[in-house]
């Protein structure tokens, strides 16, 4: 039996081989914890720790401000049945872009990103649960 040294078992060619390119270099399938990775943008932070570190802070105010718009209650009893449910959609629209943001950032599979995105959501919540932030709408707007 003549076989190609160029197929495989199965009679398919092989599949060519993937070079890594320098912008994949920090792409992970697993959680990890190190400064080295990709958030959101190409090349972002990179290797950077000063950039690390501001993805970070971004990270932290997207989850805190998705926790703040599912908290908070803007919209008082007197206003105008549209400018309520306009306002409403607003929020709705923001609030959803910012959940997907999170998402993307949380695909990174950076370990401080997660954690600094759960600490967000949850110092935000506490201080709705415990009463430190008040943003409800008074009965006499």
């Given at each position: 039996m003549d076989m190609n040294m160029n197929m495989t078992m199965n009679g398919s060619l092989p599949a060519p081989a993937m070079k890594m390119s320098s912008s994949m270099k920090y792409m992970h399938m697993t959680?990890?914890?190190?400064?080295?990775?990709?958030?959101?943008?190409?090349?972002?932070?990179?290797?950077?720790?000063?950039?690390?570190?501001?993805?970070?802070?971004?990270?932290?105010?997207?989850?805190?401000?998705?926790?703040?718009?599912?908290q908070c209650r803007l919209i008082g009893p007197r206003w105008q049945r549209m400018a309520a449910g306009l306002a409403r959609t607003v929020m709705h629209t923001v609030r959803v872009g910012l959940y997907y943001m999170l998402m993307l950032a949380l695909m990174s599979f950076n370990v401080g990103v997660l954690l600094v995105?759960?600490?967000?959501?949850?110092?935000?919540?506490?201080?709705?649960?415990?009463?430190?932030?008040?943003?409800?709408a008074s009965p006499s707007d």
């Open positions: 959680l990890f914890w190190g400064k080295n990775s990709i958030i959101l943008f190409k090349d972002f932070p990179g290797s950077n720790t000063g950039h690390y570190i501001l993805a970070l802070i971004i990270v932290f105010a997207c989850a805190a401000g998705v926790e703040f718009l599912s995105s759960i600490l967000g959501h949850a110092i935000v919540f506490l201080g709705f649960a415990k009463g430190w932030t008040s943003v409800v």
